[in-house]
């Protein structure tokens, strides 16, 4: 197994781990590995240091291994995006219709999430209904673990 110190096309960094190193290239090249902050697909690998083991016998220790961890930023994001997707109800591509009929009281009051295009937000925030566009990580989508 082969755990890959990885980087998205807007420096968000994570691990990512595969069969080998054919299997990195062939899931790349597919598009296969996203990033889970922003599911950007134009990820490259970082070089990582080997793990060095010390020598029986010898003073020197084993150089240390930069490990590199979501920034605070993006745990704190993940965390948000996490409790949106607990307390709101998905209606999918009728978002803005939902939306509409929450705003001008056709329908009871409630948090909701789904996809709408640039116009339809446009469109609701003309009629004055807040929207917040959030991107929403692939690997979120499922059921949470």
């Not at 994570?14 to 697909?41: I, K, N, Y």
């Not at 996490?82 to 009929?101: C, K, L, P, Q, S």
């Not at 705003?103 to 609701?124: D, F, K, N, W």
Request: glycine share 6%; aromatic share 4%.
């Amino acid at each position: 197994m082969k755990v890959l110190n990885l980087r998205c096309a807007h420096d968000h960094r994570f691990e990512g781990w595969f069969a080998s190193d054919d299997d990195w290239l062939r899931q790349r090249e597919q598009g296969l590995v996203e990033c889970p902050m922003c599911a950007d697909t134009m990820i490259e690998r970082l070089p990582s240091a080997p793990h060095i083991a010390r020598l029986s016998g010898t003073d020197e220790a084993p150089p240390k291994q930069e490990v590199v961890r979501p920034t605070e930023a993006q745990a704190l994001w993940l965390r948000a995006v996490r409790h949106v997707i607990e307390n709101t109800e998905d209606v999918g591509e009728r978002f803005a219709e939902e939306a509409r009929r929450i705003h001008y009281g056709e329908v009871e009051s409630r948090g909701i999430r789904g996809q709408a295009s640039s116009e339809e937000s446009a469109a609701l925030a003309a009629e004055g209904i807040e929207v917040v566009p959030l991107p929403m990580p692939a690997a979120l989508k499922g059921p949470l673990q």
